[in-house]
């Protein structure tokens, strides 16, 4: 299994961006897809996943309402939609899969996650 992350960049802040991760080696639509991001500095932080083929996306409060996960699972590929970027948005943004079924309040641990992609960087500035 293999994922890559990609659609990093430079942004000023307002702006927009969209990162690819796709997959190789397993079908994305029967798992959990989730993006953490890292800070310079600062631990891996939740940003947001979705859970299964029913493409019901959950994110953390930091980039709900700004950022939006979906799916094409024919291309075998989840989206992350990044709208209203702020400076603290700046950081290396990672996907992970997970082979287990979690539950919505088991989303957010980086540990049930098992293969990650190489991580993509977001800047975001002026």
């Known amino acids: 299994v293999q994922l890559q992350a990609s659609g990093g960049g430079l942004v000023q802040p307002g702006g927009s961006l969209r990162l690819s991760c796709t997959g190789s080696?397993?079908?994305?639509?029967?798992?959990?897809i989730g993006w953490f991001r890292q800070a310079p500095g600062k631990e891996r932080e939740y940003v947001g996943a979705?859970?299964?083929?029913?493409?019901?996306?959950y994110y953390a409060a930091s980039v709900r309402g700004r950022f939006t996960i979906s799916r094409d699972n024919g291309k075998n590929t989840v989206f992350l939609q990044m709208n209203s970027l702020k400076s603290e948005d700046t950081a290396v943004y990672y996907c992970?899969?997970?082979?287990?079924?979690?539950?919505?309040?088991?989303?957010?641990?980086?540990?049930?996650?098992?293969?990650w992609g190489q991580g993509t960087l977001v800047t975001v500035s002026s």
């Open positions: 080696g397993v079908a994305f639509s029967n798992y959990v």
């Open positions: 979705t859970r299964h083929s029913i493409g019901t996306s």
């Open positions: 992970a899969l997970s082979v287990s079924r979690l539950i919505v309040s088991s989303l957010p641990d980086s540990g049930n996650y098992d293969y």
